[in-house]
């Protein structure tokens, strides 16, 4: 299994890591997350320009058809510097639930405003107190003309505040789990907006008779998709956590050599050199384990027979756990000064700490592995890699 870049995703990775990065000097995040819209406009618009925004999305409705390993490289680029911009959650994401369940005519309507960058859409499925996995509580009713209420509460659903519309699970009569769309000004949506961990935002929508419309036919294998999208999602944040890991070593690295105690650089204490070291191990475990789930949803694309959920569940435990133990690693070198809004690396650490809780969480995550057959199947190295030589 190739775990490299080829020279294309090696270039766009170089670019949006060139792009953000402008927008995101010293102090970055702070100023982005405390904006009115809650990212950096000026990179939103510029991602846009790149045809950043449409990678997930077919040629067909705007978009550049764009596979696992260019997702990767994107939010790679976008967690090397905090970025807040909402690519996974506002628009990957949603895509891949529109392409898997909806009408072509519900993909005409919502795709290309997507893709174009203009309008971000959010998925609505945590709920208070629920597990992830949980059957909805938010019901859907249809009523004696056909048309559908939704009624029920959703939190948190990241950048609410800001989408043109909203993906929303719920069961209807029969228990069966549905996604069904929703206007962001619908009548009967409540809304109260807040900020998560990391100081993104998030909010807690409320539904009271809500006007919504079914994504895609009756019929549909719903729980599929949604199984699918968030396994996707589960692989595509490692990435973003991978480039932050990255930029928190080297914020760390940079402050044991600039900071002085007892008159020398901190740098010169050995045991704080191998707690660096050791920083530097866990970044590329974390590394190479997101690649190796990057590649294997590669192959799974292209047809190769692998279990898409465990992979997700088994890779984002362990990158998580990685990335729970280098921000606290990281704000413990800085000493007290990692511990203020005003130190880079809290940012780091801020949403690291997050992304361990997205798309239900490590927890979550490791008792289904616990529960499934991967933990006693050893990964093979070969998928996918036909060029490989065996015994």
Known sequence: MNLEFNEDQALLFETVDSAVGRGYAAGGRAEATGSELGWNEGVWRTLAEMGITGLTIT??????D???VEVYATLEALGKHAAAEPLLDGVFLPSWLITAVGTDEQAKQLLPALAEGTQTVAVAHAEPGRPWNATPSVTATRRADGSVTLAGVKAPV?????????LVTASDSDGTTGVYVVEAGAEGITRADGRSADWSRASQVTFVDTPATPLGTSGADVAAALAAAFARARVAVLAEAVGLM???LTLTVE???NRKQFGVPLSTFQALVHRAADLYAHVELARSMALWATATVEAADGGADVDLAAIADDAFVFVGDTATAVAEEAVQLHGGIGMTYEAEVAHQAAR??????SFGGVAAARRRAVASESALRAPSALLNNSGAVTA
Do not use: N, V, W
Not at 59 to 64: F, I, K, M, S
Not at 160 to 166: E, I, T, W
């Open 59 to 64: 040629g067909e409705h705007g978009g550049a």
């Open 66 to 68: 764009a596979g696992p």
């Open 158 to 166: 990241r950048h609410a505040d800001q989408a043109s519309s909203l």
């Open 246 to 248: 990255e930029s928190a």
């Open 255 to 257: 402050y044991l050599k």
């Open 352 to 357: 690291l700490t997050a992304i361990t809780e």
